[in-house]
């Protein structure tokens, strides 16, 4: 397996004049499961929007590399071809493109170098959509056009599967899944751990960290990683809640 490195150090980010993300500091490798918690409005969306360069997220200071590559220097779909995938925790619809077309552009943006065979590409999607629970039609639907909010996360989560990213960061993508569909989501992330990926799962819930174990879980309060440490964090999180981290971070680090 190449070992690649996301490095997020020391990120500070603000959108309009107001700091969001205050010194945020994860690094990722290849095939490690990060998982990223905090209360409501605490900065975690405004990370995945600033790794992908959303236009309205500037970075005042801090490093964002995958391994020697500055991803600060490029453009949303330069960071893509770098290897970096990004599912929202509200994906947008884009009406009049058909999955299928956005789906292979993608791919061959992500992979230049690979001759695609779109009947095979066809093939492997149609399994994939299967594998989600989800019937052939939506090849052929818009970009998440009319799609529910379980089916958006699916399709995300198919995404990933089939684009094979280097790095991927899920945004909450096990709300709105049912139980059927966050057992097959995860066993989707799993899947993408052992290709390669290195991934951080943005998530309020213990409950998909029972089906995929994270190596790292980081707390972000208030634009802070308040504390770091191993899987176990999940569930002590669960336990003591945020009201825990009130009036100060507690500044730990767990390597
Ligand atoms: N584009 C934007 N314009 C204005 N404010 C923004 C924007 N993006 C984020 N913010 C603000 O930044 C703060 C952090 O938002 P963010 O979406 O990152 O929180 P979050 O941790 O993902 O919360 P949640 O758990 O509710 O998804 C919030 O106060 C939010 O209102
Ligand atoms: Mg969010």
């Not at 490690?32 to 990370?47: D, F, Q, Y």
């Not at 960071?79 to 299928?100: D, K």
């Not at 770091?228 to 999940?234: K, V």
């Amino acid at each position: 397996m190449v070992a690649n490195v996301l490095s997020i150090k020391d990120l500070h980010v603000s959108v309009g004049d107001k700091e969001i993300l205050k010194g945020v500091t994860i690094t990722v490798k290849s095939g490690e499961i990060h998982a990223l918690m905090g209360p409501n409005g605490t900065g975690k969306s405004t990370l995945a929007h600033t790794v992908v360069g959303s236009l309205r997220y500037k970075v005042k200071s801090g490093e964002l590399l995958i391994n020697d590559i500055n991803l600060k220097d490029l453009q949303v779909y330069e960071r893509a071809r770098a290897g970096l995938f990004v599912a929202f925790q509200e994906p947008v619809s884009v009406q009049g493109l058909r999955f299928i077309n956005y789906l292979r552009t993608a791919y061959s943006s992500l992979h230049p170098d690979e001759k695609l065979e779109y009947k095979k590409f066809i093939e492997e999607v149609k399994e994939l959509l299967n594998y989600f629970g989800l019937d052939n039609s939506f090849i052929d639907r818009g970009l998440n056009e009319g799609l529910s909010g379980g089916e958006k996360k699916r399709m995300e989560a198919l995404q990933m599967l089939i684009l094979k990213p280097k790095f991927i960061i899920l945004d909450e993508i096990d709300s709105g899944l049912d139980i059927d569909a966050l057992r097959v989501v995860s066993k989707a992330i799993a899947k993408a751990k052992e290709n390669g990926a290195g991934i951080i799962i943005i998530t309020h819930y213990q409950r998909i960290l029972d089906y995929i174990k994270p190596d790292f879980v980081h707390v972000l309060i208030n634009g802070r990683i308040a504390e770091s440490g191993n899987g176990e964090l999940a569930k002590l999180i669960e336990e003591r809640g945020y009201e825990y981290y009130r009036g100060g971070e507690v500044d730990a680090k767990v390597e």
